[in-house]
Antibody
Framework: EVQLVESGGGLFQPGGSLRLSCAAS????????MSWVRQAPGKGLQWVAS????????YYVDSVKGRFTISRDNAKNSLYLQMNSLRAEDTAVYYC???????????WGQGTLVTVSS | DIQMTQSPSTLSASVGDRVTITCRAS??????LAWYQQKPGKAPNLLIY???SLESGVPSRFSGSGSGTEFTLTISSLQPDDFATYYC?????????FGQGTKLEIK
């Protein structure tokens, strides 16, 4: 059974940093693109970042470029999102999602809430 | 960036109704479009990919069509479990973008 379990969310101050983690199991992690998608309270979905199987390609939405870094450790079946220079508008539930080849995000974690507030 | 616009934003319907949700892209995305269903407090669930391919395990009352810039998601006969919010997403190019969502409510 495919499972994606996020952790690392909580309450953080503007300008602060945190690292989200996503533990993957039930599939061959190293063969899939992985992504982070977020959803602000009461709002729609926003793609944040994606990373290729070997980490050689990374893509970000403009609003997080230079502040967030996506990474992965295939030996640990884990995906990460390093979030720096936090802003109030980064407040959201962050989902880890598996990208199914040319088809969509076929598995999602349960999400972890990040709240940025003083 | 490619903008995705869904209509309507809210749709009221009854069990058994046939409903259609439209998604328009600001430029051609060929068939690189997915549809998701999301229920409150839950992660989204993939319904349709490549505009018209039904994801495994998704009931056949869901169908997708379209290509280029205009796409539709149709539910042929609404069931109580279908009342949720639906999102389209383009994946022709990064940044991937979602529509703003269509909330399907019980009439």
């Amino acid at each position: 059974e495919v499972q994606l379990v996020e952790s690392g969310g909580g309450l953080f101050q503007p300008g602060g940093s945190l690292r989200l983690s996503c533990a993957a199991s039930g599939f061959t992690f190293s063969t899939y693109w992985m992504s982070w998608v977020r959803q602000a309270p009461g709002k729609g979905l926003q793609w944040v970042a994606s990373i290729k199987q070997d980490g050689s390609e990374k893509y970000y939405v403009d609003s997080v470029k230079g502040r967030f870094t996506i990474s992965r450790d295939n030996a640990k079946n884990s995906l990460y999102l390093q979030m720096n220079s936090l802003r109030a508008e980064d407040t959201a539930v962050y989902y880890c999602a598996r990208w199914w080849h040319d088809a969509g995000f076929d598995y999602w974690g349960q999400g972890t809430l990040v709240t940025v507030s003083s | 960036d490619i903008q995705m616009t869904q209509s309507p934003s809210t749709l009221s319907a009854s069990v058994g109704d046939r409903v259609t949700i439209t998604c328009r892209a600001s430029q051609s995305i060929s068939s690189w479009l997915a549809w998701y269903q999301q229920k409150p407090g839950k992660a989204p669930n993939l319904l349709i990919y490549k505009a018209s391919s039904l994801e495994s395990g998704v009931p056949s009352r869901f169908s997708g069509s379209g290509s280029g810039t205009e796409f539709t998601l149709t539910i042929s006969s609404l069931q109580p479990d279908d009342f949720a919010t639906y999102y389209c997403q383009q994946y022709k190019t990064f940044p991937y973008t979602f529509g703003q969502g269509t909330k399907l409510e019980i009439k």
